[in-house]
């Protein structure tokens, strides 16, 4: 029979303080302010070791060059997609953040049918963005790529694939080898 009067605590723990009690020791001593002092009373988010935080999201930007199809197959494998580009706001961080190198994969490709049509970048902008018949970019999350944000640069006919520099998305050979970026959602402790 269990002795229920021992200080040892039960394996199952006492259930929801034990849990509050760790988020608790976990923000002590992994989330800081922005004076670099802990964040005890409020929540913070937290990415794995070696990715960027920024946002809601955790960013990793590979060392090495692959085509896209690994690339997405190396995010997968740290369960992450492929960089999905949601605003100018998040292009810029990338920007910043890969100090505009090369080329980088993100998570954008032709997946499906599209409707022919002619697109002309906006004013100040260089470069001009056709769409074929059969070709729509989709992103790595499913959605369907907003072009007036951001146009396509280089949009041959055999390039299915997208990566990012400066700023810009550019349509690029699949098997080109390139480093690529990946992300998953922080961890809100």
Same mark, same amino acid.
């Given at each position: ?105 993100? %998570? &954008? =490709? #032709? *997946? /499906? @049918? +599209? !409707? $022919? ?9 260089? %470069? &001009? =963005? #056709? *769409? /074929? @018949? +059969? !070709? $729509? ?53």
């Amino acid at each position: 029979m269990e002795n229920e009067t021992s200080d040892q605590p039960s394996p199952k723990g006492t259930g929801c303080s034990d849990l509050e009690e760790f988020r608790s020791h976990l923000r002590q001593h992994l989330c800081y302010t922005q004076n670099n002092k802990p964040s005890e009373g409020s929540s913070c988010k937290l990415c794995p070791k070696d990715w960027l935080l920024h946002g809601d999201k955790c960013y990793w930007v590979s060392k090495a060059i692959k085509g896209w199809e690994q690339s997405r197959e190396d995010c997968l494998m740290k369960r992450a997609l492929l960089l999905v580009i949601n605003d100018w706001e998040e292009m810029a961080f990338v920007g910043n953040t890969t100090q505009d190198q090369r080329q980088m994969w993100i %998570g &954008l =490709n #032709i *997946t /499906s @049918p +599209g !409707r $022919t049509g002619l697109n002309i970048t906006s004013p100040g902008r260089t %470069g &001009l =963005n #056709i *769409t /074929s @018949p +059969g !070709r $729509t970019w989709t992103w790595q999350d499913g959605s369907s790529l907003n072009q007036t944000l951001f146009p396509v640069f280089d949009p041959n006919k055999e390039n299915n694939c997208a990566s990012v520099k400066k700023n810009k998305i550019h349509s690029e050979i699949c098997q080109t080898e390139l480093k690529w970026i990946c992300q998953k959602a922080a961890v809100l402790v």
